[in-house]
């Protein structure tokens, strides 16, 4: 089995020594920047207090860490990816019956045979047009698990040119902020 994947093996360890050195650990503090929909906002300690995003800035409790904003990002980004699915669910004429935001580990997202769409939260730090590619692809297996040619049809029909994002995929995916706790 190992001899027959060789050739995929060394494809993906090219690719993960082409992406560089994971981003720097974040740090909780004031000024900190942490990514959501594409840009960068700065983090401001306050006394307490849920996370949220106000005028301009992403606030955090003190004393608060990663699982604060994993669940953050979350909570928000499960009403922004319900609403922002739909259009492609009509254009792809998929069949989704629900859609979750949850770690996947390394994987940005995933789905089942009976509809259900799971998306990564760090998926969230994506600008929006990379979002509509991770949405496109796991709506296209929905119609077709593998990634055979027929796929990849399926995926150009909804999102032409689509190799440009999943490009842009690869290199932007080793920038965002994964911490143990929320893979």
């Known amino acids: ?4 994947k060789r050739s995929w093996l060394y494809r993906k360890l090219a690719e993960k020594r082409d992406l560089g050195e994971a981003p720097p650990e974040k740090e909780y503090v004031s000024g ?7 840009r960068s906002y700065r983090l401001r ?5 849920d996370v949220r995003l106000i005028r301009g800035r992403l ?3 003190k004393g608060g860490a990663a699982k604060d904003l994993v669940r953050w990002y979350r909570r928000v980004g499960e009403p922004w990816l319900r609403k922002r699915v739909q259009p492609w669910v009509s254009r792809m004429g998929a069949e989704m019956t629900g859609l979750r935001v949850r770690p996947l580990g390394y994987r940005w997202g995933s789905c089942s045979q009976d509809g259900q769409v799971n998306i990564h939260w760090a998926t969230m730090q994506l600008p929006p047009t990379l979002i509509d ?9 929905l119609q077709r698990p593998d ?4 796929f990849w049809r399926i995926v150009e029909r909804a999102m032409p040119g689509y190799e440009d994002y999943r490009q ?6 080793n920038e965002l902020w994964l911490p143990e706790e929320g893979r």
């Open 1 to 4: 089995m190992v001899e027959a």
């Open 45 to 49: 300690i306050v006394a307490s207090g």
């Open 168 to 173: 842009r995929l690869r290199s932007r995916g």
């Open 133 to 141: 590619y991770v949405l496109v692809h796991e709506l296209a297996h």
């Open 59 to 61: 606030e955090l409790a």
């Open 32 to 38: 900190e920047g942490f990514l959501y929909l594409g």
């Open 147 to 150: 990634h055979g040619p027929e």
